[in-house]
Antibody
Framework: QVQLQESGPGLVKPSERLSLTCTVSGVSISAGYYWGWIRQPPGKGLEWIGSIYFTGNSYYNPSLKSRVTISVDTSKNHFSLRLSSVTAADTAVYYC???????????????WGQGTMLIVSS | QSALTQPPSASGSPGQSVTISCTGTSSDVGGYDYVSWYQQHPGKAPKLMIY???KRPSGVPDRFSGSKSGNTASLTVSGLQAEDEADYYCSSYAGSSNFGVFGTGTKVTV
């Protein structure tokens, strides 16, 4: 059974950088799927942040691209999100998820982590 | 690239049907058959209900169905049940040089 689990600090100060990790269990992250990050501000809709393949090939939402880095560590079977210069607008539940189709990015996610709340506040 | 447009709310009585629309452009919904629908209950992660316009993942009741015409996709929930009350989001692939886009979300009330 494939499971994803996000982990992160919970609280970050404005202008700092946030780092989140998604640990994958039940399948190797090198199995050939794309892995994505999606966020949801309180009371609002979903926003795709970016996706990465186990080779490191990544795609980002242009609205966040200058501040976002997604990386993968196959030895630890996890992938990570880094977002720099955070503001209150980055306060959200952050989800990691697996893209649906093997070896192809289709931005359709069939397995999700439970989500981790990140608050940006001084 | 803008979010896909969904009605803010929809409702129906138990046993009835409700249909939610998702309008995009020829660059996303109209251009690819990678339209998905997600169900989200409060405080929970989204759950994939429909993928590739009309396919259901294993375990999703056949009361949920999807379709697409031009730049608009639709989700129909037939035989509404209390547990169908949730937020629903559509999403679409928009090409390898673009990024995935979600809909604005629809709150379904039973």
């Amino acid at each position: 059974q494939v499971q994803l689990q996000e982990s992160g600090p919970g609280l970050v100060k404005p202008s700092e950088r946030l780092s989140l990790t998604c640990t994958v269990s039940g399948v190797s992250i090198s199995a050939g799927y794309y892995w994505g990050w999606i966020r949801q501000p309180p009371g609002k809709g979903l926003e795709w942040i970016g996706s990465i393949y186990f080779t490191g090939n990544s795609y980002y939402n242009p609205s966040l691209k200058s501040r976002v880095t997604i990386s993968v560590d196959t030895s630890k079977n996890h992938f990570s999100l880094r977002l720099s210069s955070v503001t209150a607008a980055d306060t959200a539940v952050y989800y990691c998820a697996r893209d649906l189709i093997y070896d192809i990015r289709v931005d359709s996610f069939d397995i999700w982590g439970q989500g981790t709340m990140l608050i940006v506040s001084s | 690239q803008s979010a896909l447009t969904q009605p803010p709310s929809a409702s129906g009585s138990p046993g009835q049907s409700v249909t939610i629309s998702c309008t995009g452009t020829s660059s996303d919904v109209g251009g690819y058959d990678y339209v998905s629908w997600y169900q989200q209950h409060p405080g929970k992660a989204p759950k994939l209900m429909i993928y590739e316009v009309s396919k259901r993942p294993s375990g999703v009741p056949d009361r949920f169905s999807g379709s697409k015409s031009g730049n608009t996709a639709s989700l129909t929930v037939s035989g509404l049940q209390a547990e169908d009350e949730a937020d629903y989001y559509c999403s679409s692939y928009a090409g390898s040089s673009n990024f995935g886009v979600f809909g604005t979300g629809t709150k379904v009330t039973v």
